[in-house]
């Protein structure tokens, strides 16, 4: 059969005619073919290389195969086309993408394997090349061999510290309610996605402030002031030679890519793309260039993909530049969902668009959903004791996975001790928590206060009873009572009857960190190290001897590497008034987190004891899998997030948005159900087993919440006859009616 239209295939597929093959054009007119194949035949169709065009799009929805596919293909070719690894570059999305690819990679060769993260490409280009970029980009002012790359957080720290300055010495942002914290995250997140939607930087607040519906002088005026704080603050950096997330891509883009001299991209002769669909336009524009050169180029695409649009992924962007022949291939296979999943996913996006819609789901799909919990902790224990429930039918912890709309500290929390008691762990792939509240690191910014002069820091009695209480195995009563003998200096000698009191033993380990207080003030004067030397030298010298010290070890060495990168970038930019160290101190007391090595990935994704608890991006980008479902807090906002901030907006700075456009709130309706009916679809596509869904009336902070996703989803599975609980909710017809009219219907548009 040949069917000239893409809407006519789709039709051809719901009334499950099979054998289907299409002939047409895409938007640039090149002719190309679609073969429609389970597994099996994309894997030997790969691997007989009888393609007449050199790019190969392998097209499939989650859990089709793609990703087994492309490693398969790339194992193919090293083994037995007898092609050498160098000359193959395979990109993908993350560092979850990165331990799938890793272990498949072993092979009898000593020659590189080029295989990595566009970010990760990026970095090492950079570095290579760093001369050519200082050349081409009069900004920068430090003749270094390389650049520094700035971590998250000493940016994040960097730009928080700019914005309080032109707070408090120019009045900026006063009518904007955000926290400095939450304004500088903000204009960060600017900067990444204009270098990765390749918009110029000085766009960014004309952009932001034509897409308002209201305009003022007033809101001009902070936009301009948004203008000149994101141009000082990539001034600073460029200057000293400086490099963040997005400045990364930008100088990438601006000053290597296209210079003649760089020629590391042209002894690529075949590129494997996995996630292509979540691919900003700056790595694309890298997959455009070097697939003119190679010989042939494997890209593989969700057409239902495009999740990352927050961190740059555009797949109008791709459809529009992707001008060259190519063939396709659809991939028709589900590998860990039933049929069942595939049917509600389609029912529920069919409903959010066209409201009581008559389509039905099959009343025995394995889906529950639970909204009777009126407070949010009763909404937790049912969490909990449904785990408990599912380890008791035998299920191994792996197969279940716990998916949050937002980083849920109580969940975490109670799941954690849950876990504990049942003789489990939980994986989580968030960042870790404080480092501050880790017992094992506190004692260490302790140590480094009282060793170091850092006279703007000050130490709380808190602090101090927390350090004695675990250094000397005593309780909160007894080591409360040395605070008094710790100063700015170190540690004093202890009164007669402190030491009655403590004992002989406690007296015994305070001496001995005492002195080794005293040994290292001495050795100080003679010798300057770096706080991260001195880090290195207090775990392995004092707290090696406590206790289950070892199970630490990751945590000390995440404290370490945040400690060297943070410090290296506020010493390149020059901070007045406080050290980089007494800064860093701060920053630890505060906010700063731990996050996950990659070793540390590998093991836990390795552990069949550990439950998985995650968000849905997070879920759908890491290869994971699960027997059973767990979606928390279903009527929470989080799971239909809002694009638009005070001071941003990922979708106006993009490539394919236009400047002079208003972003309209049926655009933002748009957009953020879109984004949600893709992660949806995702999740159900991964789900083997069953799938329970739970909800409260209120949030988190005490308010009562709604969402007309839950709405959808309760009607739906209310429609199989099983009675739901939940509040009245008959005045919400209306306001569910009035949305969905908004929000724009059409068929995707064929690639």
Known sequence: MIVYSYKLYRKCRKYEIKAIYIIGKNKNHELHGVDIMNYTEAYNKLNENKFSEKCI???????????????????????????KSPNVLCLFMNKYQNIRWTKDMIFDTACEIRKSSYYGFIRRELSLYWPYVVDGCKEIKINILKPEFASFDATNYAMKSLVEYFRKSKGYFQD???????????????????????????????????????????????????DEVTRYYITKLLCNGVVDYGLSFYLYNNY???????????????????????????????????????????????????????????????????????????????????????????????????????????????????????LRPQMVQKILLKVEELLNEGLIPK?????????????????????????????????????????????????????????????????????FSFMLKLDVIRSSLFYPFACENGLKDLSA?????????????????????????VNLIKHKGSLGEFFRNAFSKVLVILPKVKEHIGDYISLYESCESFINTLDKLQFKGKSSEERFI??????????????????????????????????????????????????????????????????????????????????????????????????????????YIYGSEYSLSGFNQESIFADILIEILSERGEKIEREDDSDKVDEYSDFVAEYSDGDDEYM
């Open 256 to 374: 290597l890519l296209h210079d003649s001299r760089y020629t590391s991209i042209n002894n690529i002769k075949y590129l494997i793309v996995d996630d292509i669909d979540e691919a900003s336009p700056a790595e694309q524009e890298l997959i455009f260039k070097i697939i003119n050169n190679v010989d042939r180029a494997y890209l593989f695409y969700n057409p239902k993909g495009g999740l990352h649009r927050y961190y740059g992924a555009n797949t109008d962007y791709l459809k529009s530049k992707l001008n060259v022949e190519y063939n396709e291939i659809t991939l028709d296979n589900h590998f860990c969902c039933n049929d069942d999943f595939i049917s509600l996913a389609n029912v529920i996006d069919n409903r959010a668009h066209i409201p009581y819609m008559e389509d039905k789901i099959n009343e025995n799909v394995p889906a529950s959903i639970d909204m009777s919990s009126q």
């Open 497 to 521: 009857d402190i030491e009655d009191r403590v004992g002989d033993v406690a007296v015994g380990k305070y001496n001995e960190l005492k002195q080794w207080i005293e040994n290292y003030k």
């Open 176 to 226: 904007i309610t955000s926290t400095s914290s939450k304004i500088a995250s903000d204009l960060i997140s600017n900067i990444n996605n204009a270098a990765l939607s390749l918009v110029p930087f000085d766009e960014i607040g004309t952009r932001l402030y034509n897409s308002l519906e209201v305009k003022d002088f007033l809101i001009k005026e902070t936009y301009n002031q948004l």
């Open 586 to 691: 701060e920053f630890i007391r505060g906010e700063g987190s731990g996050f996950y090595s990659m070793n540390e990935i590998q093991e836990m994704l390795l552990k069949d004891n550990s439950i998985v608890l995650t968000s849905p991006y997070t879920y759908l980008t890491s290869n994971l899998s699960s027997k059973v479902q767990i979606w928390t807090d279903i009527n929470s906002n989080m799971w239909c997030r809002r694009n638009v901030g005070e001071l941003s907006n990922s979708f106006v700075l993009k490539s394919n948005w236009n400047v002079d456009d208003i972003y309209t709130q049926k655009k933002e309706n748009n957009n953020v159900y879109g984004i949600l009916m893709s992660v949806v679809n995702g999740l159900l596509r991964k789900c083997r087993g069953e799938l």
């Open 399 to 467: 197969e279940i996975a716990i998916i949050c709309p937002f980083n849920d500290f109580i969940i975490s929390f109670e799941l954690q001790k849950k876990a504990k008691k049942l003789g489990i762990s939980v994986f989580e792939t968030s960042k870790k928590d404080r480092f501050i509240d880790n017992e094992y690191l506190h004692p260490l910014i302790v140590l480094a206060v009282l060793c170091n002069d850092y006279k703007s820091i000050r130490l709380t009695k808190e602090d101090y009873k927390n350090f």
């Open 57 to 83: 799009l392998v097209k499939g929805n989650s859990a089709s195969g793609k990703t087994t596919l492309a490693v398969s293909k790339y194992r193919n070719m090293i083994e037995n086309e007898n092609i």
